[in-house]
């Protein structure tokens, strides 16, 4: 099981930018995936998307963050808009796999102001 996470970067606050997370070793469809960040010592829990494609997001990043897959590329994205500063951190996506939790190395967000 892999998980590798692309697409981080500097933007400026109010910008956008899409993360992918390549999943191999599994299929996506199987298992619940997450989004979190580490703005610091802690997760942040960001986003999820359950086996039938259902995705689900605290509340306070629903209107800015969305979350999809391509089940033929066995990947998710996570789209993030509006940017702000408080939104920088490492951003891993993470799968439980036979009771085993996967979590991969993640990117780099930063927000400027």
């Known amino acids: 099981v892999q998980l590798v996470e692309s697409g981080g970067g500097l933007v400026q606050s109010g910008g956008s930018l899409r993360l992918t997370c390549a999943a191999s070793?599994?299929?996506?469809?199987?298992?619940?995936l997450t989004w979190a960040r580490q703005p610091g010592e802690e997760d942040d829990w960001v986003s999820a998307i359950d086996d039938d494609g259902t995705t689900i997001y605290p509340e306070s990043l629903k209107s800015r963050f969305t979350m999809s897959r391509d089940n033929a590329k066995n990947s998710v994205y996570l789209q993030m808009d509006n940017l702000k500063p408080e939104d920088t951190g490492v951003y891993f996506c993470a799968a439980t796999v036979s009771g085993i939790s996967y979590r991969g190395p993640g990117t780099q967000v930063t927000v400027s102001s």
């Open positions: 070793g599994f299929s996506i469809t199987t298992t619940l």
